[in-house]
C-alpha cells in the first residue's frame, strides 16, 4: 500500500488523532508522514488542528470524505442510492458493516464513523450522555422469533432484546454478540429459540425452521450522526432525497445491496419484503411505543 493510501486507511478506521500517533501507526518516517499530510492538507482532504505545545490532531475533511456504519443485516439498501447522491456532491463514502449495532453505536461515539444505522433504543440511550444526534428512520420490523421456547437468544440492548421483552410473556433472554453466533447456536440446539432479524430469518426458513413470532413493524435501527458533523442539514436532505429514489425503484438497488453484503439476491429480495421502509421518524412515537413496554428514557 501507498504511503498516501496508508494514511488516509489510518484515518478512515481511527477518525482523528495526533500526528505523532499517526507516525508510528503507519510504520513511516516522521519527515515522510508530514510530507504526505502537506500534500494531502492542500488539497483540501485532511486539516490539521494545533492543540497544547506542537501536538496537532490529523482528521479528515468531512466534506470530502464521510464514513457510515450498518449491521449486516437486509435491512439497509437505500443506502446505495444514498451514496451514490453523496458522491455526486463530491463526497466519498466509505461503508462499515458491523456484526452487531451496539459496537456501530460504539464507533459513533468513538469518532469511528460519522454516520451510523444502529438500535434507537442504543442510540436514545448514548445521545442522553455523548455527543451524537438521530435524525431519520429507515426501515421498520423485519424481525421475528425462530423456534418456540421462552428462553431466546438475542443480540443485547438490540431491538431483538427491546421487542422480545416487550412482545413475549416470560422471555429470559439468552446474550450474543453476533447473528452469526445466534445461528450457529441454536442449529447445534444449544439455545431452543432467538430473535434475529433479515436475511438471517429467511434463511433459516430456506432450511426448514419455522418463524413462531414476528414482532410488530416499529423502526429498528435509525439514522445517527456526530453532533459535530458539518452540513447536517445538507446530508439530511440528500438522504431523503436517495430514500424517495430508493422507493421508486426497489428491486434496482437490493442487487447492488446483496453485492455489498455478499448475500444471495433471491434471500434478500424475499427479506426485503418484511420490512416496511420509512424514513420518517417521529422520535415521541418512539418514546410512546418504548414507555408502553415498560421502558422509560427522559425526553
Known amino acids: 500500500m501507498k504511503g498516501r493510501d496508508r494514511i488516509l486507511s489510518i484515518l478512515k478506521?481511527?477518525?482523528?488523532?495526533?500526528?505523532?500517533?499517526?507516525?508510528?501507526?503507519?510504520?513511516?518516517?516522521?519527515?515522510?508522514?508530514?510530507?504526505?499530510?502537506?500534500?494531502?492538507?492542500?488539497?483540501?482532504?485532511?486539516?490539521?488542528?494545533?492543540?497544547v505545545g506542537k501536538n496537532l490532531i490529523v482528521s479528515l475533511n468531512e466534506t470530502k470524505?464521510?464514513?457510515?456504519?450498518?449491521?449486516?443485516a437486509a435491512e439497509y439498501p437505500f443506502i446505495i442510492p444514498f451514496i451514490k447522491k453523496l458522491r455526486e456532491k463530491g463526497i466519498e463514502v466509505?461503508?462499515?458493516?458491523?456484526?452487531?449495532g451496539l459496537q456501530v453505536t460504539k464507533d459513533l461515539v468513538l469518532g469511528k464513523i460519522d454516520m451510523g444505522f444502529s438500535p434507537v433504543i442504543s442510540q436514545i440511550i448514548f445521545s442522553k450522555i455523548f455527543d451524537i444526534k438521530i435524525i431519520a428512520g429507515g426501515a421498520k420490523g423485519g424481525a421475528g422469533i425462530v423456534g418456540e421456547?421462552?428462553?431466546?437468544?438475542?443480540?443485547?440492548m438490540s431491538s431483538m432484546e427491546t421487542w422480545t421483552l416487550a412482545e413475549v410473556k416470560?422471555?429470559?433472554?439468552?446474550?450474543?454478540?453476533?447473528?452469526?453466533?445466534?445461528?450457529?447456536?441454536?442449529?447445534?440446539?444449544?439455545?431452543?429459540?432467538?430473535a434475529i432479524w433479515e436475511p438471517y430469518l429467511s434463511i433459516l426458513e430456506s432450511k426448514g425452521h419455522k418463524v413462531?413470532?414476528?414482532?410488530?413493524?416499529?423502526?429498528?435501527?435509525?439514522?445517527?450522526?456526530?453532533?459535530?458533523?458539518?452540513?447536517?442539514?445538507?446530508?439530511?436532505?440528500?438522504?431523503?432525497?436517495?430514500?424517495?429514489?430508493?422507493?421508486?425503484?426497489?428491486?434496482?438497488?437490493?442487487?447492488?445491496?446483496?453485492?455489498?453484503?455478499?448475500?444471495d439476491y433471491n434471500i434478500m429480495k424475499k427479506a426485503s419484503e418484511r420490512y416496511y421502509f420509512d424514513?420518517?421518524?417521529?422520535?415521541?412515537?418512539?418514546?410512546?411505543?418504548?414507555?408502553?413496554m415498560n421502558i422509560y428514557i427522559p425526553t
Request: with cysteine.
Open 65 to 72: 470524505f464521510l464514513r457510515l456504519g450498518i449491521i449486516n
Open 149 to 156: 421456547s421462552c428462553n431466546i437468544g438475542s443480540t443485547v
Open 279 to 292: 424514513s420518517y421518524l417521529d422520535l415521541k412515537e418512539v418514546y410512546k411505543n418504548l414507555k408502553k
Open 170 to 194: 416470560n422471555a429470559n433472554i439468552i446474550p450474543f454478540n453476533s447473528p452469526q453466533e445466534l445461528v450457529k447456536n441454536f442449529e447445534i440446539k444449544k439455545v431452543p429459540a432467538i
Open 94 to 100: 466509505e461503508v462499515k458493516i458491523y456484526d452487531n
Open 13 to 51: 478506521e481511527m477518525g482523528s488523532l495526533p500526528q505523532t500517533e499517526l507516525v508510528k501507526i503507519s510504520g513511516m518516517s516522521k519527515s515522510r508522514v508530514s510530507e504526505i499530510l502537506n500534500e494531502l492538507e492542500k488539497e483540501g482532504i485532511i486539516f490539521r488542528k494545533q492543540l
Open 212 to 263: 413462531t413470532h414476528v414482532f410488530e413493524p416499529n423502526h429498528c435501527c435509525t439514522l445517527a450522526i456526530r453532533s459535530s458533523l458539518e452540513d447536517e442539514e445538507k446530508i439530511k436532505e440528500i438522504y431523503e432525497d436517495a430514500f424517495s429514489w430508493f422507493l421508486s425503484s426497489k428491486d434496482r438497488w437490493i442487487s447492488d445491496y446483496s453485492n455489498l453484503l455478499g448475500e
